[in-house]
């Protein structure tokens, strides 16, 4: 949290005095989502003061605020700020986040970013942004990757560690640093997983990130791994043939080459979800929800456009905006088939996944909202919005989805006493709409404004600022 942010918390106990006040905008006449209820609260005023929420009364009972800054809200709809639990970014690619009404994001490792504070360095970044100096979300920080296996591809963050005290360490590497949590990935022996997980405990930073398949989701649920992403592994831990399909995991990461693991989790996923064990899913389901290990299934990266329209590309007005490495990296260059034998498997694939969503969802799994941002296609800010239809495909109601896109994903951030809601002494992180979301969830999309800790952000196609539009 910034320096800011706690002189607007502190402020916020003086509010009801009537003689404070410096930056006060008002949005009069709006419908306002209680994300909790799952509805809008029609006709309310919302009054920030520094930053904060500071009233949020019907319109007719306003309280007074005589040099308030005014937006109309007649006819339009107030959301709290959008948060992507599971992106890599970098620098230029922060603007693109607030754009979108994504106000936090959780940067689950960069390959592209240095570690170290400087220019371009992650610590940076967050402080930053923080102090207003670029314009961009608040950024929660895994710093590196915990795996078992050296990868040659995503060098950046990913640090490996073969054995129980080199995990230790490098949990202590990360913490020391400044780290919010640990992200470990999927290739972890057991054992080096097991001081990984004793140690985050320890230094009371939660573990998040790729169940390892030597592991398997029972076991890393048990040892507190508090999200799950892009369901890796799962159908091997349902399936029916569980041990032979573990056996051929073993032997794939005992080569060191992470590839072969890839081509048999994900590769071979139709296969192995053809030997699903519902009982074994169930009981499964039971154990995520008793823990509250929170999935976040990350369709928006399972789901290849080319599988469906040979020749799509990511737009190329938005990569235009992205450095060089990171437009890079959206782009596609691989053959479309990734590691499925042909491009109907792929698509068969990513349709069983959702599928899968929706049954955990039923069975009351929290599903987060998360995209892996940086991945193919997957453009910062807009593929939030891509998410969220994704998951309303996979039976999640709209307003299910806006509550997981808002409070559920502040609470798995340990930040929902100061975002993920619209309520009084929060965080003025807010995205006012143009259409109602819970008649149609791509009203997301149709953004009329933005207001990141309690200021409007001005965006790049507005032209005045030259995109560098710093909160301040
Ligand atoms: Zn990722």
Known sequence: MSILKFAALAFASIIAAPSVVEAQIRIT????????????????TVMIVDGMIAAVAPS???????????????????????????????????????????????DMGTHFAPLEAGSGGQLQLRSDVA??????????????????????????????????EEGAALVDQVADAGGDFIKIYTDLDPDVFHAIATRARARNLPMVGHVPGRVGYAQAAEMDLATAEHLRGFFIDAS????????????????????????????????IAATYDHEKAAALFSLLRDNEVGIVPTLVVLDDPRWRYPSAQPDPALVARLSEIYSNIVTPSDD?????????????????????????HRAGVAILVGTDASNPFVLPGISLHEELAQLVRAGLTNAEVLRAATITNARYLDADNRIGSIA????????????NPLVDIAATRDIDAVLFDGEVVQFESDGAQGGQSAPQ
Do not use: C
């Not at 006449?29 to 309310?44: A, C, I, M, W, Y």
């Not at 479309?336 to 955990?360: I, S, W, Y």
């Not at 009084?424 to 259409?435: C, F, Q, S, T």
């Open 131 to 164: 102090r207003g100096i670029v314009a961009g979300p608040e950024l929660f920080l895994s710093l590196r990757i915990l795996d078992g296996i050296e990868r040659d591809r995503w060098l950046m963050h990913f640090a490996h560690a073969d054995t129980p």
């Open 29 to 44: 006449n709006v419908s306002v989502l209680d994300v909790e209820n799952g509805e809008f609260l029609p006709n309310r």
């Open 240 to 271: 029916s043939e569980e041990d032979r399909w573990r056996d051929m995991y073993e032997l794939a990461a005992l080569s060191g080459d992470a590839s072969q693991t890839y081509a048999l989790a994900n590769g071979r996923l139709l296969e």
């Open 336 to 360: 479309p088939r990734g590691p499925f034998a042909t491009v109907t498997d792929g698509l068969a694939a990513h349709l069983r996944q959702r599928q899968l969503v929706g049954d955990m």
């Open 60 to 106: 007719d009972e306003e309280p007074p605020g005589a040099d308030a800054q005014l937006i109309d809200g007649t006819g339009k709809f107030l959301i709290p700020g959008l948060i992507d639990m599971h992106v890599h970014t970098d620098r230029s690619a922060l603007p693109l986040f607030l754009e979108h009404g994504v106000t936090t994001v959780r």
């Open 424 to 435: 009084v002494g929060k965080e003025a992180d807010l995205v006012l709409l143009r259409n």
